[in-house]
């Protein structure tokens, strides 16, 4: 167990709908991350956080969005969606060094949320 | 821009035989950082080990090993007498010290399957 949770652990939705995927990191990681894995992108970076505030953002659609909580949990945010954004969601969290979720922090995942959209 | 390859997309051993997964990465950066995650079949993502770009030394942990080369830009993955409970896919992953963040870039994954 990493000590980051993920829930739902599944989700079905249809087109068009939104949903939102929550995340709590390790006990006192700043840093929250999100990774999408989908069978023909392969495990993607989505966008990190930390302390609240956007650090890094890779290839997120528009439709995406997400947010970090003063309490430090995370929400992914994914609207308007299609039949592609079918994948598997994790959260990843790492360690709170000064000035932390600098690059060579190690990230432990959650288990993942599986959405499915039909 | 940084990428990782994983050209072995799967592989099939008979338990306790020794196998190696390769990763090559690359990168444009000095210093940088290397990932193995494990994904068993429940699908969750598992750290295996880290390596940062100025310790080229080899690591063992029981009978996992990892052999780092920067001359040839690979991080390769030893498993040793393997067990069914192995079965899973590997990743190797990279980050890089310039990036503003800690992003991971992940090679493809290599799924190995130990047959008792």
């Known amino acids: 167990d990493s000590g980051v949770t993920q829930t739902p652990k599944h989700l079905i939705t249809a087109t068009g709908q939104r949903v939102t995927l929550r995340c709590s990191p390790r006990?006192?990681?700043?840093?929250v991350y999100w990774y999408q894995q989908s069978l023909d992108q392969g495990l993607q970076f989505l966008i990190q956080?930390?302390?609240?505030?956007?650090?890094a953002k890779g290839n997120i659609l528009e439709r995406f969005s997400a947010q970090q909580f003063p309490d430090l949990h995370s929400e992914l945010n994914l609207s308007s969606l299609e039949l592609g954004d079918s994948a598997l969601y994790f959260c990843?969290?790492?360690?709170?060094?000064?000035?932390?979720?600098?690059?060579?922090?190690?990230?432990?995942f959650g288990p993942g949320t599986r959405l499915l959209v039909l | 821009a940084q990428k990782v390859t994983q050209a072995q997309t799967e592989i099939s051993v008979v338990e306790k035989e020794d196998v190696t997964l390769d990763c090559v990465y690359e990168?444009?950066?000095?210093?940088?950082?290397l990932f193995w995650y494990k994904q068993p079949p429940s699908g969750e993502l598992v750290f295996l080990i880290r390596?940062?770009?100025?310790?080229?030394q080899n690591e063992i942990s029981g009978r996992y090993s990892w052999n780092f080369q920067k001359s040839t830009s690979s991080f390769n993955f030893t498993i040793t007498a393997s067990q069914v409970v192995d079965s899973a896919v590997y990743f190797c992953a990279l980050s890089e010290r310039n990036n503003a963040g800690n992003m991971l870039t992940f090679g493809g994954g290599t799924r190995l399957m130990v047959k008792p």
């Open positions: 006990s006192g990681d700043l840093s």
């Open positions: 390596r940062n770009s100025f310790d080229e």
């Open positions: 990843a969290s790492s360690g709170a060094s000064a000035g932390g979720g600098y690059p060579g922090e190690t990230q432990y």
């Open positions: 990168t444009r950066d000095t210093t940088y950082y």
């Open positions: 956080y930390y302390n609240g505030e956007e650090r």
